[in-house]
């Protein structure tokens, strides 16, 4: 407690009082992990051990130790106003979700997108944590059913994992990439269901598939392979030739590569793919 941080610190701010930070049902909390991982920060510090810095270190302390500092909730927006030391790392598990504001650079969100306009026959989309908690910014901690207030903001990646809790079903890549807002549009995921997802929407207009009478060598009797596809990149262990048949044309470099009978298409050499 005794160390002086850098010396370039800035004068403290006021900091933020619980009255203007904090949103019903949200309850901050100090969170060590998230101060020792901040940069000129280490495993030798506690957000009890460190209150002499929530003034002149806000932005570290105030984020991470909130109930040491008796400061509350603190968004991303009022982390970036403060002019003092640290860092605004978001999201981080001492700020709740629901009272913090992603990124500050996020665009105004763009109407959610509705079953009725995207759902395809037969899809039902469902809540994928999985897929949330790989997409960039996000971590384990997350969960589509906590995480609803960024339905909106972070639309991409929420109405994209998390169809159910959002209430926005179906969102092909097409879509999503369309939606000015944060988030990434990774395609396959088992959040989206092949029926309704238009994989790459960057992949030109399929050519017609090559039938088995001009690809096919004597004696040659292509198959499916279920690890071929597995293993190729952007897809998973839970994929199947079977169960992706949506993606015959769009994704054929690898379902007509790894799944000629779910596709219909025979063999295809490395020149034809």
């Given at each position: 407690?005794s160390t002086?941080?850098?010396?370039t610190t800035?004068?403290?701010?006021?900091?933020?009082?619980?009255?203007t930070t904090?949103l019903?049902g949200?309850?901050?909390?100090?969170?060590?992990v998230?101060?020792?991982?901040?940069?000129?920060?280490?495993s030798g510090y506690?957000?009890?051990g460190s209150?002499?810095?929530?003034e002149?270190?806000a932005?570290?302390m105030q984020?991470?130790?909130?109930?040491s500092?008796?400061?509350?909730?603190l968004t991303?927006?009022q982390?970036n106003?403060?002019?003092v030391?640290g860092t605004?790392?978001y999201?981080?598990?001492?700020q709740c979700a629901?009272s913090?504001?992603?990124?500050?650079?996020?665009?105004?969100?763009?109407?959610?997108?509705?079953?009725?306009?995207?759902a395809l026959?037969?899809?039902v989309?469902?809540?994928?944590?999985?897929?949330?908690?790989?997409s960039?910014h996000?971590?384990?901690?997350y969960?589509?059913e906590?995480s609803?207030?960024w339905?909106?903001?972070?639309?991409?990646d929420?109405?994209?994992c998390?169809?159910?809790?959002c209430g926005?079903g179906a969102?092909t890549?097409?879509q999503?990439n369309?939606?000015e807002v944060?988030?990434?549009?990774t395609?396959p995921?088992d959040?989206q269901?092949a029926?309704n997802?238009?994989?790459?929407?960057?992949?030109a207009?399929?050519?017609?598939?090559?039938?088995?009478?001009?690809?096919?060598?004597?004696?040659?009797?292509p198959?499916?392979?279920d690890?071929c596809?597995?293993?190729?990149?952007?897809?998973g262990?839970?994929?199947t030739c079977?169960?992706s048949t949506?993606?015959?044309?769009?994704w054929?470099?690898d379902m007509?590569?790894?799944c000629p009978?779910?596709?219909g298409?025979?063999?295809?050499?490395?020149?034809?793919?």
């Open positions: 407690v002086t941080m850098p010396f800035a004068a403290p701010t006021p900091a933020p009082t619980n009255t904090a019903a949200c309850v901050p909390k100090d969170d060590d998230c101060l020792q991982q901040s940069p000129h920060w280490n506690t957000c009890e209150t002499g810095w929530c002149s270190w932005k570290d984020r991470c130790c909130p109930d500092c008796g400061t509350g909730a991303e927006e982390c106003a403060l002019e030391s605004c790392t999201p981080n598990d001492a629901v913090t504001t992603m990124p500050s650079t996020t665009a105004a969100p763009t109407p959610a997108p509705t079953n009725t306009t995207t026959a037969g899809c989309p469902k809540d994928d944590d999985v897929c949330l908690q790989q960039p996000w971590n384990s901690g969960t589509c906590g609803t207030g339905c909106e903001s972070w639309a991409k929420m109405q994209r998390c169809p159910d809790s926005t969102l890549e097409e999503c369309s939606l944060s988030g990434t549009c395609y995921n959040a269901c029926a997802t238009t994989a790459a929407s960057t992949l207009t399929p050519s017609p598939a090559p039938t088995n009478a001009s690809t096919a060598l004597a004696g040659c009797v198959k499916d392979d690890v596809l597995q293993q190729s990149p952007h897809w262990s839970s994929y079977e169960g949506g993606w015959c044309e769009s054929a470099k007509q590569r790894c009978d779910s596709c298409t025979g063999a295809l050499t490395e020149e034809q793919c």
